[in-house]
């Protein structure tokens, strides 16, 4: 990977902001799927996950002409077992300056490997999903789609205030099950009527499974990919 060059992050904790300047290269497993792909897509693991997991959505997924991107978050999760994007606690305060940091370099990376901001995809599951959707809105430019599978905004009236105009022009799906008892589908409902107001191109599929990503959601994502700028749920 490229040299990595300081960031500064700006993060919530006990009631203030505070602000800190890092440099972080995130663990990430790349899987090339073309000698000539033109769709970066980067995969979001959930809470306590790793750089394994997705891979198996890539494969069902199926797309040619694609170069899969699969980080690990940086935080090991309290329990010891996988990883973490964000650690701490409403309470306490949240960190993720290095997740961030990661994040932009994994950006920054894909760059340099020759696609556009707008060949992007960011993927994510449950914890990752928010992060996609935290991390995609604030950007000073559009990125080609956001993939919410069973996810949420965690910090809803920020985005208000600090989520940017260039990202009102990323296309969002959002996927949830409408069964799911760890994360309400109500989350994603909240999400869509956010976007909505933001005036994003925003799609919302809830379909009846629990919290997990079926494989019946895969032809979604992959006409998403696909065919973007003419996307429409049927």
């Known amino acids: 990977m490229d040299e990595l060059?300081?960031?500064v992050v700006r993060y919530f904790e006990k009631g203030r902001w505070m602000i800190v300047v890092v440099k972080s290269?995130?663990?990430t497993r790349i899987i090339n799927k073309s000698n000539e792909p033109n769709k970066a897509l980067i995969g979001l693991h959930g809470w306590k996950g790793n750089e394994f997991v997705f891979e198996q959505v890539a494969k069902i997924v199926n797309l040619d002409q694609s170069k899969w991107y699969f980080p690990r978050a940086?935080?090991?999760s309290e329990s010891g077992k996988g990883y973490t994007w964000f650690q701490g606690s409403d309470?306490?305060?949240w960190e993720y300056e290095k997740t961030i940091s990661g994040l932009s370099n994994l950006i920054k990376k894909v760059n340099s490997d020759g696609f556009t901001n707008e060949d992007i995809y960011?993927?994510?599951f449950s914890q990752g999903a928010c992060l996609a959707l935290e991390f995609s809105l604030r950007l000073p430019y559009p990125i080609g789609g956001i993939i919410s599978i069973a996810g949420f905004i965690k910090f809803k009236k920020m985005i208000e205030s600090e989520g940017t105009k260039e990202s009102k022009?990323?296309?969002v799906l959002l996927l949830h099950g409408n069964q799911d008892d760890i994360i309400s589908v109500k989350e994603s409902i909240t999400s869509h009527s956010i976007l909505k107001t933001r005036k994003n191109p925003v799609f919302l599929k809830t379909y009846d499974a629990t919290h997990k990503i079926p494989i019946k959601i895969t032809p979604l994502i992959r006409k998403f990919i696909t065919d973007t700028k003419t996307f429409k749920l049927v």
Do not use: V, W
Request: charged fraction near 15%.
């Open 5 to 7: 060059h300081p960031l």
């Open 25 to 27: 290269e995130l663990i």
């Open 74 to 76: 940086p935080y090991q």
């Open 91 to 93: 309470e306490k305060g």
């Open 122 to 124: 960011l993927i994510g």
């Open 169 to 171: 022009g990323t296309p």
